[in-house]
């Protein structure tokens, strides 16, 4: 079993930033693909980012690429998205998913079995 909870959302102004985190429970989570995910109102949950399990280089949706930036750390079970230059199309609920078949980042969401309860982000123009 694997529990997930995001922190870290919140309102800022266009061009702002913001740092969500995510802390996972489970002895295994090194083992772990880790994604980042959104989902605004009316539309359908973005892949936002992803890690695999050896903390190799993270890849990205194409709307975050050269802003966003996702960092995990086994050793404290966490998960980061660092996100700059934000504007309004990134209000969304944010949610950090694990995928524990593979260790390989995959980008479809119906594969992640374990989800946090999102935090929301709202950026004004």
């Known amino acids: 079993q694997v529990q997930l909870v995001e922190s870290g959302g919140g309102l800022v102004q266009a061009g702002g930033s913001l740092r969500l985190s995510c802390a996972a429970s489970?002895?295994?989570?090194?083992?772990?693909?880790m994604g980042w995910f959104r989902q605004a109102p009316g539309k359908e949950r973005e892949f936002v980012a992803g890690i695999s399990w050896s903390v190799g280089k993270p890849i990205y949706g194409d709307s975050v690429k050269g802003r966003f930036t996702m960092s995990r750390d086994n050793g404290k079970n966490m998960v980061y998205l660092q996100m700059n230059s934000l504007n309004p199309e990134d209000t969304a609920l944010y949610y950090c998913?694990?995928?524990?078949?593979?260790?390989?980042?995959?980008?479809?969401?119906?594969?992640?079995?374990?989800w946090g309860q999102g935090t929301q982000v709202t950026v004004s123009s």
């Open positions: 489970g002895r295994t989570f090194s083992t772990y693909a």
């Open positions: 998913a694990a995928d524990t078949a593979l260790g390989h980042v995959r980008r479809n969401p119906s594969v992640y079995d374990y």
